[in-house]
């Protein structure tokens, strides 16, 4: 008993195995999916650069800030009314600060 294989058997061998080990597509996506994402991608990269130069710019101008030497001016020095008597009259007399004002000896 002699078997005899052709080339159509063959071809028909491989035509089936391939029908079973091709996998079928779970998810068809349409392009508007791609496009959408796509979208959001470029939206999202866009704020990051818009944020992140923002950031940048305001430690720059905190750094200036650091960087410039601090002035403080606490207007005229003023002595405290009870320790030192603030009132003098034209002819230099001290007075306290009461009411009425006493004149300081």
């Excluded at 391939?18 to 999916?33: C, F, G, I, L, N």
């Excluded at 003098?88 to 306290?96: F, K, S, T």
Aim: proline residues 7%; charged residues 30%.
């Amino acid at each position: 008993m002699k078997l005899s294989i052709t080339n159509k058997d063959i071809y028909e061998e491989i035509q089936e195995m391939s029908k079973k080990s091709e996998k079928q597509r779970h998810q068809v996506k349409s392009q508007w999916y791609y496009i959408f994402w796509g979208t959001c991608t470029v939206a999202v990269c866009a704020g990051q650069l818009f944020v992140g130069n923002g950031f940048r710019r305001m430690a720059e101008s905190f750094d200036k800030v650091l960087d410039s030497p601090i002035h403080l001016d606490f207007g005229i020095p003023r002595r405290h009314p009870m320790l030192v008597p603030e009132w003098e009259d034209d002819d230099g007399n001290l007075w306290q600060p009461t009411d009425p004002p006493k004149k300081v000896y």
